[in-house]
């Protein structure tokens, strides 16, 4: 069973407390409420009294891991959503970030995040990795029982449709790339959008160039898209792009059985090959 | 003068109107998975039921004054070409809100009323009439009275719309600046009525607004070293990811960068928040860190820009940089703190 | 400008499509340089780009070459198993599964995406991979871009109003 | 400078030898008697047991060597006789004459389609035709054509001469006359080869009298895309697609009627993988193998064969086919097979392959005995066991397929063996090697240039400019921007072109240079050359293939093909433009090898090396040097081992060159090609240790020789009874006296298991050496007490090559042969007064037979070492999946590991016998000796590089390098290459997420350019106009 969020946030702030106890943390990553805004927003508590600040709410959207790599020589207590989690693991297998830098309270049995229509498809409903958690774990049974029936996003579209879908939505991108900026797995200090030697990106704002983009960045993300649904929230035009990051997500899974995060030790789906792997649509 | 009018009359008046002019209203438009409610140019008489003023729109009317995407050359022409879209028609702007009517000002005193003139922007501006709008309840995450904007009346439009729940008040302003416009003759059949009729609805409408949790006390502009050097703008705003997504939502930024497309010259918008805004050819970006741009766009709005303009502020308040960011980060809590941290409250200190 | 290039082709009357051929220098390469030396025919439409093994092709080239305006791709390395480099194009295998997965499922015709494998002695094969490959493009006619018709796009670009009595 | 060495014969054996000999610094004079190099395996399809394509791994191979500085070919050559001394050889050479001037022929082929006459294929095995004037096989090296005296008619009659005619160049000398000449040699590497015959059972397999019967190497042709059928399995006589094919084994190997009864060794894996790929092209096919054993030994033969028999539908059939006859229906083949089991049965199928053997040429034989180099009865080279890969002649040495049955990779190893025993005798010169060094040639500095791009369009006589118009695409190259000189060019190949060309790089002061002509596969060093003359850097070239996928290919579209090349040359500037001077790094090579083992092959490998020059560091665990080696009491030919053990050992220790760190354990291993360091633990007690005791050692490369171990039986009774005991226990026993139970003489009853071990699911490879060694142990205990009654419980007998002598010889001794199925292995129980019972199956008669040996003989397998595993992670070179080390490439670097500067020897690589460990370390003497005689290691140019700025050190690239080139240096947080491990694939750059890794010679600023350019509006606009 999902867990609610209000008790989700009482078991935050008293796990918390015991973190601050426990460990030497520079601070402790997690969701507050904006003083002004009222909005479930990120904080960085230092000091055991702050405990208290800390919420799980259904607009707590932002992933939390992408803020680590910041400050990574540090000691870090970080709240984790399930997806949040495989990030971490995906950092971690990366050699982004040190495990042993890290203190991880995952969110069991995940209720969520509104409007966030990955969740609605979510595979990951507990944390991969944890120190601590909070909320009762969710079980296989459950979880299966949730996804029976869930359709993938534009799965049932034609490609012709999905062309005229995209065409559609990319005409509204103002190229802000928060689509990029607020996925944990994109992490590069210089995109290659920002690259003008070469240039693989183009300027320009016409929807084909964004389309473009899309293309390109989805072919960055087999392999380490953990479908946590970040950019699709991130985006101010609501363009609907996650179908993309997300179609290869599960024929990444039919095809190799790869799921990008679910391990720390595990290898990259691109560096790494099976001499049985399957040749669909190769010239024969 | 006053007039008013029944949401038929202003149907009628803009069914005119749509004779003379490109009439650009807020609509609420469904964009994926949002619905939004956008300037958009009325199509069809029918569409002007659709109108929507119950909201304030998500985007101001920014891009039709400064095209995210606008041509400004030709590599074979040599010359400067005319902007493609211009019409006869002169465009009115249905509805626009004090804050927004504010960030077309600021846009005047930077592209107009300045030692280069616009000509692209210039164009545009002149080609424009804009009705405003009386708001009736704030904005989400609002402010603009604490820049000094009031979201009731505005004297700086010739037109002044008032919602009146089973009607609505029109107010003429200025003659002068609709002449031409034809405006008035349309007006004369609608009856008129006594400016306190409005006073009550406006009186009644400010009660609204009188909550506001948050105060800015420093006076414009800020003081630029002091607010530069003390503030830990870092820790300020470390949840920014960098997507400059309030910048183009802002009504009043309007930074751009040039590009070429084949044989074209453009301009686009740009943003201060991006990493490469500032980044030299030769590697060296002298904001390097998200923190530098973040510092950069507030003291250009409340240091740089009220230095440069008599005090005029560079945020108008409208609260949309706050409900766009994609992680809550709210300015008017840098705000609070670059305020603690200039009255000595040591914000850093009571951190540490 | 790949919807230029389409117009002229229009007014031209007939396709000639222009494909994009990226060959592994040590097998297909080979295989191409031998359908030569045997005198073997096929249509000039194809475009050869060298590289050392297709484990260098970044896919996001592909995504160029067809931004580019290129209708069809073809893409040839050695046999799985053969790789001059040991393992070049097992690793190339996966990107261009992915590769072309993705643009399949975002409405890019499957003729236009030709993978496949063919050795140095295989010269046979490459002239016919090469007459395949050409009226696999045919038969899904001129590029026109990632995106729908521009006038598709715009009909609906600025989202749909919703309906209503609100004034 | 050395002295030369003559090596005999172009084959992959001839060639590997000339390589690793021309490697270490001295010249070769490579000999081969047809008009091209590649040899046999040219003529192969694919290679098991990995089915590569044969083709793909050759050719590059034999275009190195073609080109390497210190190789001089001399095709159509033959050795006639050797005068002198070792050191001082006068090598006497006759070259017939080919009729067409190789400096002067381009290979245009211009003359080819002319020629009326036409004659037999000689590389299609004569299934299909060419010209009498012809290239050997489309992929000629050198590419040059030749002529047929006998069948040219204007040699023969004085008529025709078309093709002096029709040839630009002049290169048709019809007045050639044969040419006899000496050249000096230090030493002489005999490499010549090998003829399949499929014995003379001529009327038995109607070889001759049956069209559809072939043989393995017509059938190789078959199978091949090249070849005559285009790689379409059809019968010769009706071009039908062959739906029942039989091959069959033995097809004159193994046969007591002939001379050549001992194995071919080869046939077995050969035919599997004619089946299996007959299986891959027809689905349907019935393909039905006639075999008596399966040999399937060699490494990762043995999953090879379970794959074709468990997955691919393969059927095995243990029978012998006594006769071959026309079928029922025309072209139909009936052939009468005899089988143990069901006696008598006929079978049609309408094609036959026969598995023919190897054999030297009677040729080859004559020569060997004019040389004065023994052979053996069957006229290979007569080799001795303990000193493989030397003849009886001294400074005469054997490779390849002249030693006896031998598949590709045990060829490459005895040449590279032979390649080490050769350089000894032509005193290298440690100190200086006149090998290249990069920094040679000082190149005009072109960074602060304006780009200036010269084009060159080459006719190629009317090959190109017989369908593109070249001076068209010139006229248009003019108007490329950046374009400063663009002409077209006759033959730009011929060397006077060459000149032109710096010419006009002088002139215009050029600084890129795009060449449109050939492939830049064969032609490019030649350009690079070229330009490098003039003074420019070669990286600075561009070639553009307008011919072979050019106008060859686009005949019928001269427009087309003229836009295209345009293109391609407009593709080519924009590709140039940003192209960088590159350069060759050089690093320090530290001249020492490391060897790691002191077994014989270890000892073997560092006497080698010491006795070329090389220092020498040994390392051994124990403190006795001798290993594995030291339990063997007799070689499988039976001779004593420990004699020549301890003379091993001897001239090492005695050796200058050579240290010896006995008792030394590794703790750790760094560095790479030319660097490694090895930190040992010397012997000192536990309680005595300090910190800095750890020891270092240095060296160029490290030969791994740590060898391998015996299975210690699980089954069997072995661990009950001591009457049970292994093949190597009872060589041991058989040297001591009370050395088994009971004395060997009065052993009566005595039987021995095979495959205890291997062959089993868990560990699913041949161990190879026990067939044999259990003959010879067999025999050994026969002689000693001929009564004794001996059986051999197997399931294959694999005594490949002469050890089917051995076989035969047991045979006729009485020693009995029992087969058994493994899901049916005989049954040992314990009894309480110490023996055993032994129970199995007699599979003639079905009949269970039960028996109490004396002494019950286990042929356990040849394990890899448990410490393989932690010593491959310190070399950071894999293991295979049975954890022997792994080879770089199964077929043709058997030598070398998957890491660059790390050799293999031994056991450690996979079981073997004494005398084949022993030419493996001769081998990994020669492939450690052409890198140590390098004073610096050159590194390639076109590396990958990391842009710092943007690297994110994800690893990725770190992960999918094979060459361990790239990794990430975890305190920068930057990836970093090594530039001598780079081989410039670019799959590091290939999988760069933030596109921080580029690849010189194919940036991706470059491809992109090209890209763009190649599909440039303009370019359209001009193809629209409908061409020129």
Known sequence: MANSYNEITRELQEIAAEVFAEHDIKHLLGFGRGEFSGLTEPVFLKKPEEAERLIFQDDAAPMLSKYLLKYKPDLQAVVAKPCDSRALAYYISEGKISRDNLVIIGINGCPGIAGNTACDECDTRNPVIVDYTVGEEMSQEELEAELEGVKYLLEDMSPAERKEHYSREFSRCTQCYACRDACPVCYCDHCYVESNQPEWLEEGSSADKDMIFHLMRTMHMPGRCVNCGACEMACPEGIEMRSMTTHLYHRAKELYNYRPGISPEQSTLFSDFDKEDSEPGFLQ | ?352 | MATARKEKQEQQKEFDPKIIAFLCNWCSYAAADLAGSSRLQYPSNIRTIRIPCTGRLNPLLVIKALNKGADGILVSGCHPGDCHYIDGNYYARRRFTMLKDLLEFSGVEPERLNFTWCSAAEGRRFAEIVRKVVDRVESVGPWQGFLSEPDVVAEKEAGEIEDGEFL | MPDPVVVVGGGIAGIQAATDLAEMGIPVYLIEKSPSLGGRMAQLDKTFPTNDCSTCILAPKITSCYNHDNVTTYTMTELINVEGEPGNFRVRLKKRPRYVNEEKCTGCGDCLDKCPVSIPDEYNMEMSEYGAIHKYQPQAVPNVAAIDPERCLKLTKDKCGVCEKVCNFDAVEYEQKEKKFIVQAASIVYAAGYEGFAGDLVSEYGYKDQDNVVTSLEYERILNAAGPTDGHIVRPTDGEEARRIAFIHCSGSRDRRTDKNYCSSVCCTYSIKHALITKEHLKDTEVDLYYMDIRTFGKGFERYYNRAQETEGVNFIRSRVSEIEAGSQPGDLKLKVTDGDNGFAEEEYDLVVLASGLAPTQEVTDTLQKLKVRTNKYGFIDIDEFNPLSTSRKGIFGCGAVNGPRDIPESVMDASGAAALAGQHAVLDVNDMGVESAGEQEYRVTQNERTRVGVFVCHCGTNIAGVIDVDEVARRAREIPFVEHAEDVKYLCSSDSQELIGDRIEEHNLNRIVVASCTPRTHEPLFMDAIAEAGLNPYLLEMTNIRDQGSWVHKEEPEKATWKAYELVRAGVARVKNALPLERGEVDNIARALIVGGGAAGLTAALELGKLGFPVSLVERETELGGHASKLEHSLEGRPVQPHLERLIKEVREHELIDIYAGHEIKDISGFVGNYKLELIPPIPEEAKKEDDLLEIEGGVVIVATGGQEFEPEEYSYRDSDRVITQLELEEGLGQPNGLPGEAEELEEIYMIQCVGSREEDRPYCSRICCSQALRNAVNLKERNPEAEITILYREMRSYGYYEDLYRQARDLGINFSRYEVENKPRVTAEDNGRVSLQYEEPLSGREITAEPDLLVLAAAILPRDDNLELSQMLKTPLNEDNFFLEAHVKLRPVDSATDGIFLAGLSHGPKNYSESLAQSRAAAGRAASILAREYLLTQATVAEVDEELCIACGDCERVCAYKAIEVNEEEDVAEVNRVLCKGCGNCTGVCRPHAVDLHGFMNQQIIDEIETLLAEDVSELAKSGGV
């Not at chain 2, 607004?209 to 607010?227: N, Q, R, T, V």
């Open chain 2, 1 to 352: 003068m006053i007039k008013k009018l029944t949401a038929q009359d202003l149907k009628e008046l803009l069914g005119e109107l749509r004779q003379k002019f490109l009439v650009i209203a807020p609509f609420r438009v469904k964009q994926g998975r949002l619905t939004k409610v956008l300037y958009q140019p009325v199509k069809t008489n029918d569409q002007l039921s659709s109108i929507y003023f119950k909201e304030q729109p998500d985007a101001s009317p920014k891009e039709y004054f400064l095209p995210r995407d606008d041509r400004l050359a030709e590599e074979t022409a040599g010359a400067d070409c005319q902007p493609e879209e211009w019409s006869d028609n002169p465009r009115l702007f249905l509805g626009v809100r004090s804050c927004d009517i504010a960030g077309i000002e600021l846009f005047d005193d930077v592209f107009i009323e300045n030692d280069f003139v616009d000509p692209f922007y210039q164009r545009r501006r002149e080609n424009s009439l804009i009705i405003g709008y009386s708001c009736q309840e704030p904005a989400d995450n609002s402010f603009c009275q604490e820049v000094g904007i009031d979201p009731l009346e505005n004297e700086n439009v010739p037109l002044m719309l008032y919602d009146a729940g089973e009607g609505f008040y029109l107010k003429v302003q200025d003659q002068e600046l609709l002449k031409g416009f034809e405006i008035l003759d349309m007006l004369q059949e609608l009856p008129e009525a006594e400016s306190s009729e409005l006073e009550e609805i406006v009186t009644e409408n400010r009660k609204n607004f009188s909550g506001d949790e948050f105060s800015l006390e420093l006076e414009l502009p800020f003081p630029e070293k002091e607010a530069f050097t003390s503030v830990d703008w870092e820790e300020a705003t470390a949840s920014c990811l960098g997507c400059g997504v309030c910048t183009f939502y802002c009504p009043t930024c309007f930074c751009f960068k040039f590009f070429w497309e084949e044989i074209e010259k453009n301009r686009a918008w740009d943003s201060c928040m991006f990493s490469l805004f500032t980044a030299h050819a030769s590697g060296h970006n002298p904001r390097e860190r998200q923190d530098q741009r973040w510092r950069q766009r507030l003291l250009h709005k409340f240091s740089y820009h009220p230095t440069n303009y008599q005090g005029s502020p560079g945020c108008v308040g409208c609260g949309r940089c706050v409900s766009k960011c994609p992680v809550n980060l709210d300015i008017r809590k840098v705000l609070n703190r670059v305020e603690k941290t200039l009255a000595g409250e040591g914000v850093k200190g009571n951190e540490s």
